[in-house]
């Protein structure tokens, strides 16, 4: 297979690159750095140092090809359209931070617009150049929000004063990248409602982890964020863990969410990969399990005590975002089941492997303390 990744310098593009290379699959990818260069705006870095892209790329045995630019720029994805002419295209290159996108008017908007564009750019892109492109979009649970009932895979049957009608499950995104989110997968919807592209759209969890088999092989590792803005709540709390500093959690902590690690995550992408739908709109939820935010701090500190044998504090800090405390939730996964996915890694197998990448990189953690705690309110 021939595979485009955008956003390949990312948490989840260099991982899958890995893979996919390992695999004997023809790698391209494209990145601006966006996210090593919005991170470091907010005096942030990667808590595990990473090579930059030449590096890494020499140290694959050049087996990536690689080219620089923005996924928001119409230009760059139809020249790269043209001159890779891929399989398939996963697309994991938009602002991915809930909290940046609530900071001002400037980052909602920012989101929104770069990251809507630069899937409609694919769309067109796609239907123009070569239309039985794969496109692989990574989008996220939390575009469904927290309803009262069961959340289905995309669609579910409605009936409605008497009439009946299978309909997308309603998205009710908490922050404007969630929103921005909720805007690619219709626009991806109607791209194949009117033109019969093949997408896969991923609602994916809470991703978690700092390894994965091709990680270890390579020796390479990929971007860990463990501040407000960019850092995720499982990779938080074991940094925290690590800094001696109670965890973090948000509000009451009944909270639920969906998660899976690293390594499942790329696991999935690559089965979704092997799988590509005919003409369809398929919708895959992607994660392994959902826990209460309690319980994931809970699972932090339990790990943590058995390999120190010290006692980590939990906190519970105001909730600086809008979301309901406590709620119903049951999503389904069962589309990857079918096509053959099986956990690899727990949340007890990955949290020891965590604390102890996170050990070793200490000094780097203390110096990125000042980002931790919590100053993007949703209510400002
Ligand atoms: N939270 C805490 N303490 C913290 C950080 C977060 O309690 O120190 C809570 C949040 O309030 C939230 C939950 O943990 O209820 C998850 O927050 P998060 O920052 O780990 O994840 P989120 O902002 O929802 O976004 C992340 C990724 C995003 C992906 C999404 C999947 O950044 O790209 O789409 O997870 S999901 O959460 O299913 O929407």
């Known amino acids: ?35 090593r260069k919005r991170s470091r705006k907010v005096n942030a870095d990667s808590a595990i140092k990473i090579d930059s892209m030449n590096e890494r790329i020499k140290k694959t045995g050049n087996k990536i090809k690689f080219y620089y630019g923005d996924v928001s720029n119409p230009k760059f994805i139809y020249d790269l359209i043209k001159n890779t002419m891929p399989d398939a295209i996963v697309h994991l290159g938009e602002q991915r931070s809930a909290p940046y ?25 796609v239907k123009d150049i070569k239309k039985d492109i794969h496109i692989v979009k990574l989008g996220s649970m939390g575009e469904y929000g927290t309803p009262n009932i069961d959340i289905p895979e995309g669609f579910f049957n409605i009936e409605y004063h008497g009439r009946s009608d299978y309909l997308p499950f309603p998205r009710m995104g908490q922050s404007w990248y969630h929103m921005s989110k909720v ?58 863990a690590i800094l001696g500093i109670p965890l973090t959690v948000y509000g009451q902590g009944n909270q639920k969410r969906a998660f899976l690690s690293l390594e499942d995550s790329i696991t999935c992408l690559n089965l979704i990969l092997n799988n590509p739908p005919h003409n369809e709109y398929r919708v895959y939820n992607q994660f ?23 006692d980590i504090e939990v906190s519970h800090i105001d909730d600086p975002r809008i979301e309901s405390q406590d709620h119903y939730y049951n999503p389904a996964n069962e589309n990857l089941k079918k096509i053959g996915y099986r956990r690899q890694r727990s949340l007890d197998d990955e949290i020891p492997v965590i604390l102890s990448d996170l050990e ?21």
């Open 1 to 35: 297979m021939k595979v485009l990744i955008l956003g390949i310098d990312g948490y989840i593009g260099f991982p899958l690159a890995l893979r996919l290379i390992d695999q004997g699959h023809e790698v391209y990818g494209a990145d601006n750095f966006y996210t």
């Open 101 to 125: 996108s609530m900071i001002s008017l400037d980052t909602a908007n920012e989101t929104l617009i770069k990251n809507i564009k630069s899937t409609m750019n694919i769309i067109y892109a």
């Open 183 to 240: 805007h690619d997968s219709y626009n991806l919807m109607l791209a194949n409602k009117i033109w019969g592209l093949n997408i896969s759209d991923v609602m994916q969890g809470v991703v978690y982890g700092t390894r994965t088999g091709e990680i270890n092989k390579y020796n390479l590792n990929t971007r860990f964020d463990i501040d407000e803005i960019y850092g995720t709540v499982l990779n938080r709390f074991a940094s925290q």
């Open 288 to 310: 392994d399990e959902y826990y209460s935010l309690n319980y994931i701090a809970g699972a932090v500190a339990k790990n943590y005590k058995s390999l120190t044998g010290t």
């Open 360 to 380: 070793n990189n200490k000094k780097r953690l203390i110096k990125l303390k000042d980002s931790i705690m919590p100053k993007t309110k949703w209510n400002k």
